[in-house]
């Protein structure tokens, strides 16, 4: 998981290889790809995705990967997580008080 914070696509690489477990969760329920997309690791997320991983898992307290990119500003993180099929119908995201919406959302209550 540090791999995946860190950005180190090589490291993440090796470690699938080695057949290290995709859906691993940390103590407060995060993935790889949900650490990932809180540091604006894309090139890791668009790999882990690639394999399988899970992109729509979230931390204990129900913040998503598109949740924590969003409020980090990561904006490519968001656009890669919104093109994933699991991911597209979550367009409309609650962090606390602060609701971010995608721009397909904004195009439609204009």
């Known amino acids: 998981m540090e791999a995946s914070i860190e950005g180190k696509l090589n490291v993440v690489k090796y470690l699938v290889d080695q057949k290290a477990d995709l859906h691993a969760v940390s103590n407060t329920e995060v993935n790889s790809v949900w650490l990932a997309a809180a540091e604006g690791r894309t090139d890791v997320i668009k790999y882990l995705l690639s394999k399988g991983a899970n992109p729509v898992q979230t931390r204990n307290d129900g913040i998503s990967a598109l949740s924590a ?17 699991q991911v597209k119908d979550r367009d409309l995201v ?9 721009d397909e959302e904004r195009r439609q209550r204009a």
């Open 69 to 85: 990119a969003c409020v980090a500003g990561h904006v490519d993180t968001v656009k890669l997580l919104l093109k994933d099929k």
């Open 94 to 102: 609650n962090v606390g008080d602060q609701e971010v919406r995608s």
